[in-house]
């Protein structure tokens, strides 16, 4: 991709209406448009990290034997009956089709995958199994905050696991909760922890929050060093004392970026969702479910690791591997040596970007920072003097003191190759 030709608005100065310095920089830095008040488009930017961030949450989530299923947008409105949740939850968007049909925009996804194991599941042999979708949802929120943490359209990944026992349920929640703590560190997350939480709407008992801990977050979480840690819904705020070892609890702010559930079989039971035990008997499946706000851990990214230039990804998370920038000389050798490193870059399969406009380097060091390719090239006419290219890092968890600041013209392409591999190590 050519710079001129990437369809991104990036904004310099004070960016009006952002709350927080991560929403500040997702504008500035042309990831997301706000389509109207709690919708953003994702643009070019955007959509590749959230592509990217999918694509960890996909691998984890194969790696502990998920099956990825896409459940439709909207459903009518006789499954959120069976739940008794049409009426019970208040964030719900509900229409009427032409033809007088009840429909809902699923907030999430209970009723609709419940509907689908009742399709599927018959003996108590296709168990323990576990189905998930990364999809669109959409809440009627009274309230919405500025920025990616609270919108009303929003990408989550969204899975449910059928079991035999609650031995199996919990066996299996374990699993999940340890592939969470590895994809969003592969996110390049660092300042996150599971809590306690109540499960509000989605019934069951057993949950658990994973928060992103910053000044920015909207929930509040309650510490203590003994290692107990709940959100506010949990402890009793008034005298914040530890209910495991009864010392005083330290309040921080969160931003909630994951949630696991055991539902036990309170979809199970109100849909009739039964399977055949091994005596042959007609028994009720209990679930778990596990959710990802997908869109909210771009931003988590960006609020926890951005410096004041822009944000900073890892080699799995940026929109571009390398951004190659050409400084202008008066024979235009430079341009030209960019150029082709760029189309040497492309043809090896690697995100390139390049920046050969005739604008001012500061111009370009602004939005090669916005734009935050973990290895930068510059090519320009004191370092081809010498026969190399400068090489800069913005990389997210990585101590890349020991990288090269330059490289040889000669054997770029492997050497950027290396640079690659080695900082897409984490
Ligand atoms: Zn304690």
């Known amino acids: 991709m050519k710079i001129e030709n990437l369809c991104v608005n990036r ?14 920089i997702a504008i500035k830095g042309g990831y997301v448009y706000q389509t109207f008040q ?5 643009t070019p930017l955007g959509w590749s990290v959230v592509r990217k961030i999918e694509n960890i949450i996909r691998d984890e989530m194969n790696a502990i ?4 299923v896409l459940l439709p947008v909207v459903c009518t409105a006789d499954l959120w009956k069976e739940t008794g949740r049409y009426d019970s939850m208040d964030n719900i968007a509900k229409f009427k089709s032409r033809s007088g049909t009840d429909y809902v925009i699923c907030p999430t996804h209970e009723e609709v995958i419940t509907d689908y194991a009742r399709s599927v599941l018959k003996s108590y ?8 979708q990364i999809q669109t949802k959409f809440r009627d929120e009274l309230r ?16 449910y696991s059928f079991h035999e026992t609650q031995e199996d349920l919990e066996k299996y929640y374990k699993r999940c909760f340890d592939a969470y703590y590895r994809l ?5 997350l660092k300042n996150f922890v599971d809590v306690l939480a109540s499960s509000g709407d989605m019934g069951g008992k057993f ?14 979480l309650y510490i203590c060093d003994c290692g107990f840690r709940a959100n506010k819904e949990v402890v009793d705020e008034e005298s914040a004392v530890c209910p495991k070892c009864g010392k005083k609890l330290n309040k921080v702010r969160g931003i909630e970026i994951g949630q696991v559930f055991q539902l036990g079989k309170f979809y199970a039971d109100s849909m009739h969702l039964t399977y055949t035990d091994a005596s042959g008997e007609e028994k009720t499946p209990i679930m778990g479910c596990y959710g990802i706000g997908v869109t909210r851990v771009m931003a988590a990214i960006i609020e926890e690791s951005a410096d004041d230039n822009g944000p ?23 341009f030209e040596l960019a150029e082709k490193i760029y189309d040497d870059l492309k043809k090896a399969g690697i995100e390139v970007l390049l920046d050969n406009r005739d604008s001012r380097a500061g111009e370009k060091f602004a939005d090669a920072d916005l734009i935050a390719a973990p290895i930068r090239l510059i090519v320009s006419q004191k370092n081809l003097a010498n026969n190399q290219i400068e090489v800069k890092y913005r990389v997210n968890n990585f101590d890349t003191s020991s990288l090269p600041n330059a490289i040889d013209v000669k054997d770029y392409l492997k050497t950027i190759q290396d640079l690659i591999s080695k900082l897409s190590q984490q």
């Open 207 to 220: 949950t658990h929050e994973f928060q992103l801990i910053t000044d920015m977050g909207e929930d509040t």
């Open 125 to 132: 042999r296709q168990m323990p199994f576990m189905l998930y």
């Open 144 to 159: 919405v905050r500025a920025g990616l943490i609270r919108t009303r359209e929003f990408i989550m990944k969204d899975a």
């Open 38 to 42: 709690g919708g953003y488009t994702l």
């Open 11 to 24: 904004l310099y100065g004070d960016v009006a209406g952002a709350t927080t310095r991560g929403h500040k």
């Open 65 to 68: 034997d998920g099956q990825e």
């Open 312 to 334: 900073v990804w890892n080699m799995e998370t940026a929109p571009f591997a390398v951004e190659v920038i050409g400084l202008a000389d008066k024979e235009n050798k430079t």
């Open 184 to 188: 969003f560190k592969r996110c390049g």
